[in-house]
T-cell receptor, first 112, second 115 residues
Framework: AQSVAQPEDQVNVAEGNPLTVKCTYSVSGNPYLFWYVQYPNRGLQFLLKYITGDNLVKGSYGFEAEFNKSQTSFHLKKPSALVSDSALYFC??????????FGTGTQLKVEL | EAGVAQSPRYKIIEKRQSVAFWCNPISGHATLYWYQQILGQGPKLLIQFQNNGVVDDSQLPKDRFSAERLKGVDSTLKIQPAKLEDSAVYLC?????????????FGSGTQLSVL
């Protein structure tokens, strides 16, 4: 069975500082990894994905994620956080069965 | 490009009543998904369609939940009878094709409260 762990329920960061939202995964075979963001009263929006190739993946709104196979991690990063980045972030993994499994989410709060 | 449309936006019912949700995916998207998101948890896949056929319904509580996708476009999800633990946001999503690498486009969801 595939699974995703997001160890932090909430991450607080000051605007302008770098941010990291952590994710580790477990899956049989090659992983397909995703990050989605959810703003209040809205559906999830795709940020980025890792399929194969370069371990550093760039996505929307200046976000990027680093795939680390040995640590089975896929942490989300941004060099300089904005207040507008405050939202709920979900990591997800898809194995060979085309079934997307989500983590429990990390609430990101960016303060002035 | 129009997104995934869902209705109603909110629904409040009493336990043992029935309820139905509707979803219209992005035009041309072959794959449609229904997810259940309970407060404080990540979305959980209930059922996945490829055109009008079911690909995966292993996590659908079939004694009370049913879903259909007639003509391979719109879909409805029904709960009959509802239980308190069914209170959640029901998200519909679609993707262009069926594949582990495909990104999903989500609707805004239907928030269900069962009293």
């Amino acid at each position: 069975a595939q699974s995703v762990a997001q160890p932090e329920d909430q991450v607080n960061v000051a605007e302008g500082n770098p941010l990291t939202v952590k994710c580790t995964y477990s899956v049989s075979g090659n992983p397909y990894l995703f990050w989605y963001v959810q703003y209040p009263n809205r559906g999830l929006q795709f940020l980025l994905k890792y399929i194969t190739g370069d371990n550093l993946v760039k996505g929307s709104y200046g976000f990027e994620a680093e795939f680390n196979k040995s640590q089975t991690s896929f942490h989300l990063k941004k060099p300089s956080a904005l207040v507008s980045d405050s939202a709920l972030y979900f990591c997800a993994v898809s194995g060979g069965g085309n079934k997307l499994t989500f983590g429990t989410g990390t609430q990101l709060k960016v303060e002035l | 490009e129009a997104g995934v449309a869902q209705s109603p936006r909110y629904k409040i019912i009493e336990k043992r009543q029935s309820v139905a949700f509707w979803c219209n995916p992005i035009s041309g998207h072959a794959t449609l998904y229904w997810y259940q998101q309970i407060l404080g948890q990540g979305p959980k896949l209930l059922i996945q369609f490829q055109n009008n056929g079911v690909v995966d319904d292993s996590q659908l509580p079939k004694d009370r939940f049913s879903a259909e996708r007639l003509k391979g476009v719109d879909s409805t999800l029904k709960i009959q009878p509802a239980k308190l633990e069914d209170s959640a946001v029901y998200l519909c999503a679609s993707s262009l094709e069926l594949g582990a690498e495909e990104k999903l486009f989500f609707g805004s969801g239907t928030q269900l409260s069962v009293l």
